[in-house]
């Protein structure tokens, strides 16, 4: 998904604690377990960090919805279908994908911690919000980390639109290098590569799939790729060669206190609030 404009004057500073435990608070009502719901607030906040507000908590209020129709179940269980020392199948169980890609991520890790290399592909699973967030989970432990997906945002084309994004960790900065691209922006062989790592590594199949009336309760199939540089020995090289690579990051510490919202996002979050009678200050 691509961010909303970020015209400073469209946005407003919430706290970020309080924001945290709001979105745990209204998954949690929902049914979500409280440690999911922290993946999903920390992936969430972390999109607006970023000025990513079309991953970020505004879409709230859409995954919400899907829930209550019961297109995203919020207890999904995430199942190993398959499992090697290097590679894992996952079965997201239409839950959300902020849950499923974190726990596939962590998982890639250990084994590329392991073994050099950690693939973990998610079938059946919904949208995650920012890719470039995922991938970075694993950039922040030392490694490359690569994210694809299946999402057809465009209904009949199964090559349609497919997301990758790449994150590497950076000497230079505190924040880690992140790439971000859409297949629609390049040539077809980059959508044919994130569908065949997504989509056909999972087994999900290549069969079009009916479209949802709420956006983020569409299925996606995703590719989670972890590398570590040290395993493999060249972890100086690597770095190096880092320092030449243009870098998408936040000019905003990642343990800020205040989070930035269009203010429709926050007015409609604190309307939320009301409901459950949950005190915000914005």
């Excluded at 991953?55 to 209020?61: K, R, S």
């Excluded at 980390?145 to 497919?162: A, I, M």
């Excluded at 880092?242 to 930035?260: E, F, G």
Aim: proline share 5%; charged share 20%; hydrophobic share 40%.
């Amino acid at each position: 998904m691509e961010p909303s404009s970020s015209d400073p004057t469209l946005l407003v500073e919430v706290d970020r604690s309080t924001l945290h435990q709001l979105i745990v608070k209204l998954l949690q009502r929902k049914g979500m377990f409280a440690a999911e719901g922290e993946i999903v607030a920390e992936r969430m906040i972390e999109a607006d960090l970023l000025q990513r507000f079309g991953d970020g908590t505004g879409t709230l209020p859409e995954y919400l919805e899907a829930m209550d129709l019961g297109d995203i179940d919020p207890r999904a269980r995430l199942i190993t279908i398959n499992e090697t020392a290097a590679t894992a199948v996952l079965d997201g169980s239409t839950g959300m994908g902020h849950v499923a890609t974190t726990k596939a991520t962590a998982m890639a890790i250990e084994k590329a911690n392991s073994v050099g290399i950690g693939t973990v592909v998610i079938k059946n699973s919904r949208p995650c919000g920012d890719l470039g967030g995922i991938a970075s989970l694993a950039a922040r432990q030392g490694l490359l980390g690569l994210v694809t997906t299946s999402f057809n945002e465009g209904g009949s084309d199964p090559l349609n639109h497919h997301d990758l994004a790449w994150a590497i960790p950076s000497p230079a900065q505190s924040t880690p290098l992140i790439h971000r691209q859409l297949s629609q922006q390049g040539d077809a062989s980059l959508a044919v590569l994130c569908s065949v790592l997504s989509t056909g590594l999972s087994g999900a199949g290549a069969s079009p799939r009916k479209r949802k009336a709420v956006r983020v309760a569409n299925t996606v199939d995703y590719s989670i790729i972890a590398v570590s540089p040290d395993k493999i020995g060249t972890k100086d090289a690597f770095l190096a060669m880092s320092q030449s690579i243009s870098s998408v990051a936040s000019d905003r510490p990642a343990n800020s206190t205040t989070v930035p919202l269009h203010q429709a996002d926050a007015s409609r979050l604190a309307e939320l609030a009301a409901k459950i009678k949950f005190p915000v200050s914005w």
